[in-house]
């Protein structure tokens, strides 16, 4: 079996359309849909939610986050309700 390496920008082209989580350096985490993003991690979120310190605060329909606040971005388990 061989295994195939893949690259940041391979995966999140693979991501996008897909319930991710974006934890920014703050520490506050927006999920939702990925929407599109950009060479410098800029990232447009749709069913977008806000989470400080694991509690959901606040609902938007789409958002933008800067890329030099990201600190990551991982693919989330469970699909996003649509509203």
């Given at each position: 079996?061989s295994?195939?390496?893949?690259?940041?920008?391979?995966?999140?082209?693979?991501?996008?359309?897909?319930?991710?989580?974006?934890?920014?350096?703050?520490?506050?985490d927006?999920?939702?849909?990925?929407?599109?993003?950009?060479?410098?991690?800029?990232?447009?979120?749709?069913?977008?939610?806000?989470?400080?310190?694991?509690?959901?605060?606040?609902?938007?329909?789409?958002?933008?986050?800067?890329?030099?606040?990201?600190?990551?971005?991982?693919?989330q388990?469970?699909?996003?309700?649509?509203?």
């Amino acid at each position: 079996m061989s295994l195939r390496k893949q690259t940041p920008s391979d995966f999140l082209k693979q991501i996008i359309g897909r319930p991710v989580v974006v934890k920014l350096n703050s520490g506050v985490d927006y999920r939702g849909v990925l929407a599109c993003l950009d060479g410098y991690m800029n990232i447009a979120i749709e069913q977008t939610e806000e989470y400080v310190n694991g509690q959901l605060k606040n609902k938007y329909g789409d958002a933008f986050l800067r890329g030099n606040n990201d600190e990551y971005v991982n693919k989330q388990a469970h699909k996003i309700k649509n509203r």
